[in-house]
């Protein structure tokens, strides 16, 4: 590449994106090549007819919101590039509306002075004359049962009017995309509500709101739009993998615009996403993270047939963010992109005095050693992949593993803290692994999953017992131990899926939380020696549970039960191990009721609430039955969905927890390729 570089900027490029392609195991020297693309990307130091990408931002943090500027993706810019249209929350109004704003981000106004009964703007489209925004809406307040509407207002006169009927509560559209002609509103329809309609994509004449069929198909809640070819021909769309298990699984497809057979034009594990044409048809650009990074790609294409054309080929080379939704505007000489930052910090306090935290380093899921002189994270931000360990004093971090957990689902730290287990992700394999948190080699116990490519990551990590003697893990439908010294798995119990599952305090059991049926999840507890699962929760309390937790006295667990939007049943909930009936831990009426935790002396549980877009952590009291303001600005968790939220020391006399912090900014970029 350097020798190239000497002889031709275009041969340079090629190959050093060549190493990001095909030598993403090399961390030197793709850090090397990135470094060089950068360079090459940017403005050539020789002659004035070299050119590179130009880069200004437009919009951040607007709204007075404290991290959150906008929703990444939730934009639009008119086709000349002279305004562009974005959602963004209104936290004091606990909704969020359309804004419009002048080419750089400076004149900012809300699209309607007026949003009446409506609520929680989203979608918002230009129209291709430039002169319209068609936008999606919800006639309720926030999680309250009602109808949606797409809308088109007028943006210099702000007049709006609705498309066509409502959508019934809980089936609404799910993207929208305006005919080039500016005559209809495509959309998808993904059955997840309660009133079906066949799955598939749709279109409204913005005239008089009848509707016709583009086509039926299945598809996936993650499908979503990238607009019609300038010819109308095609109808770009991203969906999930037909084989894949995750939501990050994404291909790009192309459809004929008045239906047919959909042609793939991406197939491989990862995002491809958010597909946005060139102005001649000739080419898709899209997101990819094929590089390690989130980045805007090139694919080329054949307008004629829908033909790819080569290989994509990669357009920017940002590696402190998520780069999204790519927008082409001006006739294509200009792209605008949506960067969102995250940042969580981790923080230790003496536990009776949270507001004097302090920040000791950057990452997240954090686990203190036993004796709280070390804690263990996962690494956050660019070369700093995989499991680390840090004194609590502060200092320098110590990389453990080179990689993290697989799909972020979190770790766990044996009781004696000299090890640290976790699934790892090897190609299509799902592998159970233990690692000493003094570094080496990690040992492989068992591929827990399988090679299938619909392998699903549990959500939670493998757990240790008690004693350090067993690690309890579980597949789709069977929950195992295994010796952590390695050895033969022992099946504990099956069910249809475990979605949870924590030892008992005194190791004797295991509880989890898992789907006796399809739509029936409970909690269950299970002798660890193996045996029948025993329901905990009745069979008529159905409703969706997750963030389970057992209290110190091993007598009782709480999890968060879900009963529905606007519905007064979803509440912090325990269940008895002696068989008593369910009952209401926390009743907190104006807040969100999420995942918690208890104390490790049992006096408080530590629950996580979201008020005006940021997650907050309230302790109640049973004593008196009132909760308090814990912290604010908690991450959600990683791994286990509470036991992410907090940690502590044996003694509880130090614990440490996540802070996350995000930044959504829109970018224009000129001169890319």
Not at 249 to 277: F, K, V
């Amino acid at each position: 590449g350097a020798c190239y570089e000497k002889m031709g900027r275009g041969e340079a490029r090629t190959t050093y994106e060549r190493v990001l392609r095909d030598y993403a195991d090399q961390p030197g020297a793709v850090r090397i090549a990135r470094a060089k693309l950068q360079e090459l990307t940017g403005p050539a130091p020789a002659g004035p007819t070299a050119v590179g990408p130009t880069y200004r931002m437009v919009l951040d943090r607007f709204g007075g919101v404290r991290d959150v500027a906008f929703f990444p993706g939730q934009y639009d810019f008119a086709p000349d590039g002279s305004r562009f249209v974005f959602r963004a929350p209104v936290p004091e109004k606990d909704t969020s509306v359309i804004f419009v704003a002048d080419a750089e981000g400076a004149l900012v106004r809300p699209l309607l002075e007026d949003t009446g009964a409506w609520w929680g703007f989203q979608y918002p489209r230009w129209s291709p004359q430039g002169n319209r925004v068609a936008y999606l809406v919800h006639k309720a307040p926030y999680e309250s049962p009602g109808p949606w509407g797409i809308f088109v207002a007028d943006v210099d006169t702000g007049k709006a009017s609705q498309i066509g009927a409502d959508f019934a509560d809980g089936d609404p559209p799910g993207d929208l995309a305006w005919t080039p002609d500016g005559r209809e509103i495509t959309y998808v329809m993904n059955h997840i509500g309660r009133e079906f309609v066949p799955m598939g994509i749709y279109s409204r004449s913005v005239a008089t709101g009848e509707t016709r069929v583009v086509q039926t198909m299945p598809v996936h809640w993650s499908m979503r739009l990238g607009g019609y070819s300038p010819d109308g021909k095609w109808l770009a769309f991203h969906e999930k993998t037909a084989t894949g298990s995750d939501h990050r699984d994404l291909d790009i497809w192309l459809l004929p615009a008045r239906g047919g057979r959909a042609l793939r034009q991406t197939e491989r594990d990862g995002i491809d996403a958010q597909p946005a044409w060139a102005p001649d048809g000739r080419a898709l650009y899209f997101v990819s993270d094929r590089s390690g990074d989130q980045n805007v790609w090139k694919l080329g294409l054949d307008p004629a047939t829908g033909a790819q054309i080569g290989q994509p080929q990669q357009v920017t080379f940002f590696t402190d963010g998520r780069v999204m939704h790519p927008k082409l505007f001006a006739a294509g000489r200009r792209m605008a992109l949506s960067i969102s930052r995250s940042k969580t910090v981790i923080k230790v306090a003496n536990p009776e005095r949270p507001d004097e935290a302090r920040e000791l380093t950057r990452g997240r899921a954090p686990r203190l050693s036993p004796d709280g002189l070390r804690l263990y994270y996962i690494g956050e931000g660019p070369e700093q992949r995989g499991l680390f360990a840090i004194p609590t004093a502060g200092g320098v971090p110590t990389r453990i593993t080179a990689t993290p957990p697989a799909a972020n689902c979190g770790f766990d730290l044996s009781p004696d803290g000299r090890t640290l287990a976790y699934f790892g992700k090897d190609g299509n394999q799902v592998n159970l692994y233990t690692v000493s948190t003094a570094g080496g080699a990690e040992r492989k116990l068992v591929t827990t999953l399988g090679t299938s490519a619909t392998t699903v990551v549990p959500l939670t990590p493998p757990r240790w017992s008690p004693d350090g003697s067993r690690i309890a893990y579980a597949t789709q439908q069977t929950l195992f131990t295994i010796p952590a010294a390695g050895g033969e798995p022992r099946q504990v119990a099956q069910l249809y899926n475990w979605q949870e599952w924590l030892w008992a305090p005194d190791g004797q059991s295991i509880g989890a939380l898992a789907y006796a049926a399809p739509e029936d999840i409970a909690v269950f507890v299970v002798p660890a020696e193996g045996g029948e699962p025993r329901r905990l929760t009745p069979p008529a309390e159905r409703e969706y549970k997750e963030g389970l937790a057992w209290h110190p006295d091993g007598a009782r667990l709480a999890y968060m039960i879900y009963a529905g939007p606007g519905e007064r049943d979803s509440a912090l909930r325990e269940a008895f191990v002696d068989g008593r009936p369910t009952s209401r831990l926390v009743d907190v009426p104006d807040e969100w009721e999420y995942v918690g935790r208890w104390t490790p002396d049992g006096k408080y549980f530590l629950y996580q609430t979201l008020r005006a877009f940021r997650n907050t952590l309230h302790a109640f009291d049973p004593a008196t039955g009132k909760s308090r303001l814990f912290v604010e600005g908690v991450s959600t968790g990683v791994g286990g969905l509470a036991h992410g939220l907090m940690t502590w020391s044996a003694d509880g006399r130090l614990a440490a927890w996540a802070t996350p912090s995000m930044t959504s900014q829109i970018w224009v970029a000129e001169n890319f390729r």
